[in-house]
């Protein structure tokens, strides 16, 4: 029997943990099934006083003293509310750490799970955009585009329009023009699949089209002319989260993965260091807030002080009341959902950047 198994870590478990519980089933089983098990024994050295933390730690059983010299110590209680966090905070180097008790600790790779929080979140707000993008349409009383050849200067005029290409510079608008492809489409044809890899960006130039998930394919959406969808899972790489079926025959213009990367994630998603981020701060005419977009439990547990905090979930809602006369930092806590923040700012004409190690 493994110790996953032996210590029932299951994702029912492992859900009450903080960041865990953002993450999707799916997500969560993957990382499970990837992370690693330690016991110890009372008296048990775990740590000695320089060490490097390569995981991220959850102390599911037993008791710790982590000890700062001789007259400083601190007991770390699998039961403490405070250890359904990660314990590395409690355990930096310069501080030895000895079990109390037997038990045992969850060790999961730091940066799968920074990669699984930002394919958790970016499916899920690709999801939130297909639909708030279809009741936009509904909203709009509009007559059927005319032919894609004959509007053509018209529609590629149009893309303008749309929030996601107000920040683009000159020469990407023209050759993102050059790389659009049209797509004639009938009735019933699946334009991208549930579970699929994200490979184009489209616009619905005609027709009318469900926005269906779940083995069941629970219909959540209509997509009408003028929607536009597929960007988010792109912008981490994810797979998609729902499956798009015309139902109506119309005309798509896509945009392979590569040319939205090079032509419209990249010019969105702009990093700095963070000497680079104070050095602009101290501009006279830079004003300047720094973001945590981390879930609330997160950001509680370690909180930026002086740091604005809006939870990535919320952000979409909460973007458009943002001051533009600012320019936002997002801080590396956020690590890669900080791609899909920045992708959410820059859609509100909001000046971000993303603050990245050096």
Known sequence: MSLHAQFNITAKRMGRYSPLDQLSEKYLNQLI?????????????LFEKHHELSSTYY????????????????????????CLHPINDKIPEGVKVKAQTDGYMLLIDAKQLD??????ESEEQERRSQMAKAEASKRQVRDEPQEFDEEYFNWMTSLLEFPLFLNLPPANIHAIFERFEKVEVKAGDIIIREGDAGDYFYLLVRGRAHVLVGAANTRVATLRAGAYFGEEALVSETSRSATVVMEQGGCLARLDK??????LHESL?????????KQMCAQ??????????????????????????????????????????????????GGQRNDIAAHILAQNQISVYVIRES
Not at 33 to 45: L, P
Not at 258 to 263: A, E, I, R, T
Not at 325 to 330: A, G, I, K, Q, S
């Open 269 to 277: 998603v702009k990093s700095v260091s963070y000497a680079q981020y």
């Open 33 to 45: 099934s990837q992370s690693s098990v330690v016991t110890f024994s009372a008296g048990e050295k």
């Open 59 to 82: 102390l599911l059983a037993g008791k710790l003293t982590a000890r700062r010299g001789l007259l400083s110590s601190t007991t770390i209680d699998s039961q403490d509310p405070q």
């Open 258 to 263: 590569k040319s939205f990367h090079d032509l």
């Open 115 to 120: 990669r699984s929080l930002a394919l958790t």
């Open 284 to 333: 006279a005419d830079m004003q300047a807030k720094l973001l945590d977009i981390r879930s609330l439990p997160e950001f509680e547990h370690i909180p930026l002080p002086g740091c604005m905090h809006i939870p990535l979930a919320d952000l979409r809602r909460k973007a458009p009341g943002l001051d533009r006369h600012c320019t936002y930092f997002l801080s590396e806590e």
